[in-house]
């Protein structure tokens, strides 16, 4: 076969770098004609590390497995997506533009001109509106992407994100499916949950991935993260609870009851979708589940969801209608087949018109791809420029010379006043610039009366909405369930705290396996930045000790989900805490006889500190 046509696609993944060549046959279909993923570890879900470790990979995986195409289609990560569904009125195609810049600017959480972001017409509803699908990524992170690809060698030609390029496979595969279906890509650090009916299409990202599993068995088995991925890989399984038999294997029971917790939280949030999309969106019960992603294949992952859900389970195959090159290892592809679905969907991009086109392309990049292809011109025009010059030059060069002197001599008799003009105004925006210090010194200390009140006032926003959800999620168990949960403590830390803290004990302030946990180290928390606190009159961390009315009698796992379920409203819901530094802790108190009520602990870590004085 020719190499003409040949094109690579790139999943960045969280967790791994998945990448397939493919060419356009003569008779217009998608063909494979190589594939590979290489793991990305830890280091693939942190900022700070990401470029540098899929460069590492790009450099490692292309020239291993003989890639030949350096043209590249690229799918971000899930994590740095801002995807959302809204619905225009029915209004002339000529003001669609408008209306679409309009509610961008009201729906996407930052600037226009901080990101790049582009939207899709999904279809319309019986009464006239249209559907979009708003699509909108941080402009550093896709220049990231390009960089981290053109570093490697590649041409990157288009970028998409995950849930656009896996509605695409799916419907390129399974078009003759009928009725309502779900699809379920469990990825590292987010799943996807997309829904196919008919020509109507939904998609809900949820902030839940397996890396959740590896990093608690290794705070519990005291383990680094990657010995513990890999047991995960080996020996782990989703425990089945109830009256099941758990295996001899201590750690495989350990890592089996992890997945299972972790999988009843994804579950719960994957039932909150399904009554969005029916009851906001319109669409129907689904009617079978798909499953996909490098985390789909842990064993009874798809017994735990057909328990769950009482719907009929299987996996997702994105290379159902795709051509395979007879080279290709036909076993090997099997295994690596539910995680390659964002993969085939930007294949098909090359192929034909698909029903989700985005391409997030940031203008630096179109400016120097145009730059790039307009650049003979340039050298061409400049090198007349040079030599139009140099002719000039020549033949003027002593009258040149005399007008230079000239210029210069009036130049510098008009400099002298204006240097001290110059100097006069520097003073001016000196002493500016202490009175403007001074006003946004009295305004902080103004703003920070009213901070507590607001802080009060979003903590029981929150709590509020996990008591509607549980009662919601539960109510199918037991109809009559009241969830209440309140704070009964919250101590604000300050620097003084942790001294008399560090002379009351020997241990740190945070427990090792925590710190482990979240790859910490002593006197940093979570997501949240370090702050050099001492010398302050601020508080930037709380720690809070809820109580909850007990639910174990519903289920064992009811008090721990009401407390992770917490942990994500907090980390999702609220623009006064840092999400990754909110942090629930492991052992729940005891369930109280008297009043039938249980207490955890958590904690926070404010995105501003609050002055004291």
Not at 149 to 178: H, I, K
Not at 365 to 376: A, F, I, W, Y
């Amino acid at each position: 076969m020719s190499s003409a046509k040949t094109f690579l696609c790139l999943d960045f993944g969280t967790g791994s770098l998945k990448a397939a060549e493919f060419e356009i046959t003569e008779s217009e279909a998608l063909c494979l004609r190589q594939f590979g993923a290489k793991p990305l570890g830890l280091a693939g879900a942190q900022d700070s590390a990401r470029e540098r470790v899929i460069l590492k990979a790009i450099q490692e995986l292309l020239p291993e497995r003989g890639f030949v195409s350096r043209d590249i289609n690229v799918c971000a990560p899930g994590v740095h997506a801002f995807t959302k569904f809204v619905k225009l009125p029915p209004v002339d195609t000529s003001k669609v533009t408008q209306i679409i810049q309009y509610e961008a600017q009201q729906n996407v959480p930052f600037a226009l001109d901080e990101v790049v972001w582009d939207y899709q017409i999904t279809g319309s509803t019986p009464t006239g509106e249209l559907e979009v699908l708003l699509v909108a990524i941080k402009s550093d992170i896709v220049e990231g992407v390009f960089r981290t690809g053109e570093s490697g060698g590649c041409r990157l030609q288009l970028v998409d994100v995950s849930p656009a390029a896996l509605a695409n496979a799916f419907r390129y595969n399974y078009s003759d499916v009928e009725g309502c279906t779900m699809l379920l890509d469990i990825g590292a650090k987010t799943s996807n949950v997309l829904f196919f009916e008919k020509d109507k299409f939904f998609a809900r990202s949820i902030n839940i991935g397996a890396n959740s599993i590896t990093q608690e068995f290794a705070a519990e088995a005291r383990m680094p993260f990657t010995q513990a991925e890999q047991f995960k890989i080996s020996e782990g399984f989703v425990s089945l609870g109830g009256a099941y038999e758990e295996p001899d294997n201590p750690r495989q029971a350990q890592i089996s009851k992890i997945a299972r917790q972790v999988m009843t939280r994804l579950h719960i949030q994957v039932n909150q979708t399904i009554q969005f999309y029916r009851g906001q969106q319109g669409g129907s019960a689904p009617e079978r589940l798909f499953l996909a992603g490098g985390a789909s294949v842990m064993p009874y992952t798809s017994e735990f969801f057909a328990e769950k859900l009482g719907l009929e389970v299987e996996y997702f195959n994105p290379f159902r209608n795709v051509q395979i090159d007879p080279s290709v290892d036909l076993e090997e592809l099997a295994s690596y087949a539910h995680s390659f679905g964002e993969v085939v969907g930007l294949g098909l991009r090359n192929l034909a018109e698909c029903p989700i086109e985005l391409n997030l392309m940031p203008k630096t990049v179109l400016q120097k791809q145009q730059l790039n292809q307009k650049k003979p011109y340039f050298i061409a025009t400049v090198l007349s420029l040079i030599l139009g010059i140099f002719a000039f030059g020549w033949f003027y060069s002593a009258k040149i010379v005399d007008a230079k002197a000239d210029a210069l001599s009036e130049l510098q008799g008009k400099i002298t006043p204006l240097q001290t003009k110059a100097s006069r105004l520097n003073s001016a925006i000196s002493e500016r610039d202490k009175i403007k210090d001074r006003v946004e010194g009295l305004a902080d200390l103004l703003k920070s009366r009213f901070t507590w009140l607001e802080l009060f006032d979003e903590m029981q926003t929150c709590l509020m909405k996990v008591e509607d959800e549980v009662e919601s999620v539960l109510k199918i168990q037991e109809p009559d369930v009241k969830a209440g949960i309140w704070i009964e403590e919250m101590i604000p830390v300050t620097p003084d705290y942790y001294k008399i803290k560090k002379r009351e004990s020997e241990k740190p302030s945070y427990d090792k396996r925590y710190l482990e946990r979240y790859g910490l180290s002593e006197g940093e928390l979570g997501g949240g930045p370090s702050r050099d606190r001492a010398g302050t009159n601020e508080i930037d961390t709380l720690d809070v000790r809820f109580r909850a009315v007990d639910l174990s009698y519903i289920s064992d796992a009811a008090n721990s989900e009401y407390a992770y379920r917490v942990e994500e409203i907090f980390k999702a819901d609220t623009n006064y805490f840092y999400p990754d530094a909110t942090t629930i802790a492991q052992a729940l108190g005891n369930v109280s006889a008297e009043s039938a009520t249980f207490t955890f602990n958590a904690t926070i870590v404010l995105q501003e500190p609050i002055k004291i004085k």
